[in-house]
């Protein structure tokens, strides 16, 4: 298998919840912790992104600031693509708290030949950038894209080489409905607690 490292977003204020996602609380620890528990047991490399360099020192992992503060998430996959020694990257935000470590790897082994491996959303056919595998090579597509004030991350997907993972290849990982559910109000952090609860 091709060695792969993994880069954890914890960019800071979130306009939508209000306040800083990384370190809300789900079933007794932060949400960035929650992430962390489904990647350690891969054993790769693994490192933060983030505005400032001292706001996760606590969990024992480098931090990598920002070098693109204000170019949103693709800002992060490059500042990630430049600190990374593998030739593959798992880019994961930290607002997955119900990710597993097989689901990961899953990832990671999916990209193969291709420049990204981007799960894609059961719902109206949208994909999950901000949890998916980059490819070291499509590091030119985005400087390119931030070089002309392009953020989105939806608009490297259609430039690059990608493999979509459709909701069929990924949903064996998913028994509870819950993998790829990520938390950008208030509302959906309280479902969180509350299928967290269910599920005790």
């Known amino acids: 298998m091709i ?7 914890a960019g800071g204020q979130s306009r939508r919840m209000g306040r800083d996602k ?3 609380q789900l079933g007794g620890r932060s949400l960035i912790e929650h992430v962390l528990a489904a ?7 693994t490192f933060i992104v983030a505005r400032q360099a001292i706001d996760h020192t606590h ?14 998430p693709l800002g992060g996959l490059c500042t990630a693509l430049h600190h990374t020694s593998t030739p593959v990257l798992l880019l994961l935000a930290c607002d997955l708290p119900f990710l597993t ?11 193969g030949e ?15 950038p901000l949890c998916a595998a980059y490819a070291t090579s499509c590091l030119p ?3 390119r894209l931030l070089d002309q004030g392009e953020g989105r991350m939806y608009t490297l997907c259609r430039q690059l080489d990608l493999r979509v993972l459709t909701p069929e290849e990924w949903q064996p990982f998913d028994p509870h409905g819950l993998l790829l559910s990520n938390l950008n109000t208030p509302e959906e952090y309280q479902r969180a607690q ?7």
């Open 194 to 200: 509350e299928s967290l609860s269910g599920r005790a």
């Open 114 to 128: 291709r420049q990204a491996a981007v799960p894609q959303s059961p719902e109206a056919e949208g994909l999950h």
């Open 101 to 111: 470590p097989e689901f990961l790897r899953f990832l990671a082994e999916s990209l």
């Open 22 to 24: 990384a370190s809300l």
């Open 59 to 72: 969990l024992g992992l480098p931090v990598c600031p920002d070098l693109f503060p204000g170019a949103g």
């Open 39 to 45: 990647v350690r047991p891969l054993d790769c490399p």
């Open 141 to 143: 597509a985005v400087e």
């Open 3 to 9: 060695p792969f490292s993994a880069a954890i977003l």
